[in-house]
């Protein structure tokens, strides 16, 4: 069974920094491009970054770009996305995403997301 | 990186169909056929239901279906239940130099 499992969301002044993991199981990691989608308060979804199974290609949605960087250690399971600079508008909370399809480099089509982790970007 | 447009709420009875839309441009919608849809329950995660336009994952009921015609993607419920009442988002890759994913705003959809 696949399953995803985020954590290190919290709550932290503007410009402070978080690293979010997200724990993989029960599929072949390294074969599968990851996203990270996150949801505001009461606000649809916003896809904010996604990396390649080898993790050699990312890719940033322009409001995260410069400040958040997505990585993956395929050794562990484990997806990784560092923010850095954080605003009150990047409150939220973060999934992470498996693609659906082995192979792709960016993951946008996604099968399984995890339960997500909650992000406050408060003074 | 604009988002894809839908309208904010649908509604139908017990048994009926409704369709919702989608519309993106010539740079997501129009040229690519990575159309999918989500459903998502208060406080819950997304759950793919619609993929690559028209595929259904294991597991989701035939009563929902997705078509595309230029650059507006459909999604249809059949025979609506109570338990299909959710907000839908449909998503498209959009490639060029810097491919991304864009999510349309959401669909409310009330069974009435």
């Known amino acids: 069974e696949v399953q995803l499992l985020e954590s290190g969301g919290g709550l932290v002044q503007p410009g402070g920094s978080l690293r979010l993991s997200c724990a993989a199981s029960?599929?072949?990691?390294?074969?599968?491009?990851m996203s990270w989608v996150r949801q505001a308060p009461g606000k649809g979804l916003e896809w904010v970054s996604g990396?390649?199974?080898?993790?050699?290609?990312?890719f940033y949605a322009d409001s995260v770009k410069g400040r958040f960087t997505v990585s993956r250690d395929n050794s562990k399971n484990t997806l990784y996305l560092q923010v850095n600079s954080l605003r009150v508008e990047d409150t939220a909370i973060y999934y992470c995403?498996?693609?659906?399809?082995?192979?792709?480099?960016?993951?946008?089509?996604?099968?399984?997301w995890g339960p997500g982790t909650l992000v406050t970007v408060s003074p | 990186q604009s988002a894809l447009a839908q309208p904010p709420s649908a509604s139908g009875s017990p048994g009926q169909s409704v369709a919702i839309s989608c519309t993106g441009t010539?740079?997501?919608?129009?040229?690519?056929?990575?159309v999918s849809w989500y459903q998502q329950h208060p406080g819950k995660a997304p759950k793919l239901m619609i993929y690559?336009?028209?595929k259904r994952p294991s597991g989701v009921p035939d009563r929902f279906s997705g078509s595309k015609s230029g650059n507006t993607a459909s999604l249809t419920v059949s025979g609506l239940q109570a338990e299909d009442e959710a907000d839908y988002y449909c998503?498209?890759?959009?490639?060029?130099?810097?491919?991304?994913?864009?999510f349309g705003g959401g669909t409310k959809l009330t069974v009435l």
């Open positions: 998503s498209s890759y959009a490639g060029g130099n810097n491919p991304n994913w864009v």
């Open positions: 990396i390649s199974g080898s993790g050699g290609n990312t």
């Open positions: 029960g599929f072949t990691f390294s074969r599968y491009a």
């Open positions: 995403a498996k693609d659906i399809t082995a192979g792709s480099q960016l993951a946008t089509q996604v099968d399984h």
């Open positions: 690559e336009v028209t």
């Open positions: 010539s740079s997501d919608v129009g040229v690519y056929n990575y």
